[in-house]
């Protein structure tokens, strides 16, 4: 059983910046890709950024050169730097083990122009 558990969501003035952070249980945490998703209102859920074991890294076109995924087996973690903050990047951002159904519940981001 794996649980991930996002926090650092916020409230922040466009342009502004934020740092999630996804903190897993388990054991299978460092052999797996991780990714970042977001959902706004009325909206599908789509891919923010994915990271693989081995630290390769892809983003959705909106937020790149804007958004940093990384990393830490060590800790069981994967955090998602946010900068440059705008009103569209608003959702409620969820941490996802790849290749697996484990979802968190998401942690909500409000950018306000």
């Known amino acids: 059983q794996v649980q991930l558990v996002e926090s650092g969501g916020g409230l922040v003035q466009a342009g502004g910046s934020l740092r999630l952070s996804c903190a897993a249980s388990?054991?299978?945490?460092?052999?797996?890709?991780m990714g970042w998703y977001r959902q706004a209102p009325g909206k599908q859920r789509e891919l923010v950024a994915r990271i693989t074991t081995g630290g390769s890294t892809n983003y959705a076109d909106s937020v790149k050169g804007r958004f940093t995924i990384s990393r830490d087996n060590a800790k069981n973690a994967v955090y998602l730097q946010m900068n440059s903050l705008k009103p569209e990047d608003t959702g409620v951002y969820y941490c996802k083990m790849e290749d697996s159904y484990y979802w968190g519940r998401g942690t909500q981001v409000t950018v306000s122009s």
């Open positions: 388990g054991s299978i945490f460092k052999f797996n890709a």
